[in-house]
């Protein structure tokens, strides 16, 4: 379950240039109320990752780079 603290996003959100920006959002908002998880690859309304869902280590690393670029200085 979603609350201030915990986020689920799709991992199609990472795909789009502006839905980044949604996650950075998210990133920021975050960890201006105390912190929190955000979890990659769940989609709303599920509970677990798509079963044959696979997520390779230059994906993550895209991921952080781009989230601190957009959140640096913000």
């Known amino acids: 379950m979603e609350d201030y603290s915990f986020e689920k996003k799709s991992l199609k959100l990472i795909k789009d240039k502006a839905d980044l920006r949604k ?3 998210t990133c920021v908002c975050l960890a201006n ?3 929190g998880i955000i979890v990659i690859g769940i989609e709303d309304g599920d509970d677990q990752p798509p079963v044959n869902q696979k997520i390779d280590d230059g994906l993550i690393s895209k991921i952080r780079k781009r989230i601190n670029d957009q959140t ?3």
């Open 23 to 25: 996650l950075a959002k």
């Open 33 to 35: 109320a105390k912190g």
């Open 72 to 74: 640096i200085n913000v």
